[in-house]
Structures are given as C-alpha cells and as structure tokens.
C-alpha cells in the first residue's frame, strides 16, 4: 500500500541549532503539505506545494523555516535557528486532487 | 478567519455504546469535510468524508451533515476500545487551493 515517507521519526536538537525533515508523497500526488502539531490542538498548515510550486506559506514563519520541492516530489522543511516553541509534530500530508489527504508518519520534534 | 470548533472531551463512553462526536464550521461555502482518527503519538488517518446534506455509512461509522446549521457529526455504533483515540474534524477552504482547516479534536475512551 502506497504511503507518504517522513524522516527522521524523531529530532532532538538545542535551541539555535537547524534541523531539517523530509518527505516523500505518495506516488503522482502532486499536492504536498507540511502541517504543524502542537499536543493537544489539530494540525496547522505550514505551507502547501502543487508540483514544484508553493501555493500558500502564508503561516510558515519565514525568518526561521523554509521549504523547498526541488523536483516536484520530495520535499525538505527545515527550521533554523530552532526556539523552544518550535517543539511539535511536523506532518506531511500528499494529495492526488486536493480532497483527501493522506498523512506521513510525522516527525517528534524536541527543542532543549 | 474560518474556524472549525470541536468539543475538546474527553468523551468517555462503555463498550458497545454509541459515541457521538461534533463539529461546527464558520465558512458557509465549505462543501466537503473530513473525519480523521488520531491515536496518541501517531499521524491522522482519514476514516470518513461526507459532502451531501444527510447521513452516510460506512461500517460502524455514521458522517451525518447539516449544512444549514452548519454542523458535521461522527457517530461510532458498537464502540470497541480499540476506537479510543482524537477524532479530528476537517474542513477543507472554499477555494481552489482546498486546503484544509481542522479543529482540535475530541479525545474519546471506550471503557471495556
């Protein structure tokens, strides 16, 4: 069964250090989504891909994050420096036609 | 700002019960919407969607949808424990970009 790659499953990293995570979509899913979890609150989208093309990073905190679908297939989320607050499960969700979105395994992040 | 408001539980319910889960949503063009189940430490998975006013089965899961009032419901019939877990709710925007707005989840435990 096809399923959205995430690594690593886990991060444990100091403030001001970087830290990065990858994904990679189900197959021919042209729609990717990188969504932040805090405990106790639903996901909040970070910032939507079609293809190679960023449709909205209207909430990506953009002096510390970005991210990046090169090749219109995987993608890389990276945060530096890292705070505190940062510490949450990133998610990445793929889509075939912007309806249903399948979810990535995550990525426990921890900032010390 | 749309919004999509669940109460946050927790929700206890005996096995074998019916557990009744809500959703209200602020955005009246919204036409789909989507349930997914979240069990502790792991990603959401999609179990329902529903897009016509009414009610739509699928084994022991009942999306019932009132766009009138604006509300969304989840029932679970013959609750197992192993449904003990967040039920997330999700709306996706009216737009092209579809993206999708959860709340924050009902926190359910089926008491064996």
């Known amino acids: 069964e096809a399923e959205v790659a995430q690594s690593p499953r886990y991060k444990i990293t100091e403030k001001s250090q970087a830290v990065a995570f990858w994904c990679d979509p189900i197959?021919?899913?042209?729609?990717l989504y990188w969504y932040r979890q805090i405990l106790g609150q639903g996901p909040e989208l970070l910032v939507q891909?079609?293809?190679?093309?960023?449709?909205?990073d209207s909430q990506l905190p953009k002096d510390r994050f970005s991210a990046e679908r090169l090749k219109g297939v995987d993608s890389t989320l990276k945060i530096q420096p890292a705070e505190l607050g940062d510490s949450a499960m990133y998610l990445c969700?793929?889509?075939?036609?912007?309806?249903?979105?399948?979810f990535g395994p995550g990525t426990r992040l921890t900032v010390l | 700002q749309k919004e999509v408001e669940q109460n946050s539980g927790p929700l206890s319910v005996p096995e074998g019960a019916i557990a009744s889960l809500n959703c209200t949503y602020s955005?009246?063009?919204?036409?789909?919407f989507f349930w997914y189940r979240q069990y502790s430490g792991k990603s959401p998975e999609l179990i329902m969607f529903?897009?016509?006013?009414g009610d739509k089965e699928d084994g022991r899961f009942t999306a019932q949808l009132n766009k009138a009032s604006q509300y969304v419901s989840l029932l679970i019939r013959d609750s197992q424990p192993s449904d003990s877990a967040t039920y997330l709710c999700?709306?996706?925007?009216?737009?092209?970009?579809?993206?999708?707005?959860f709340g924050s989840g009902t926190q359910l435990t089926v008491l064996p």
């Open positions: 969700a793929s889509s075939l036609n912007s309806n249903e979105q399948f």
């Open positions: 197959s021919g899913h042209a729609t």
């Open positions: 891909f079609q293809d190679e093309s960023v449709v909205d």
């Open positions: 955005d009246r063009g919204s036409q789909s």
């Open positions: 529903i897009y016509s006013n």
């Open positions: 999700a709306v996706p925007d009216s737009g092209s970009a579809r993206q999708l707005t």
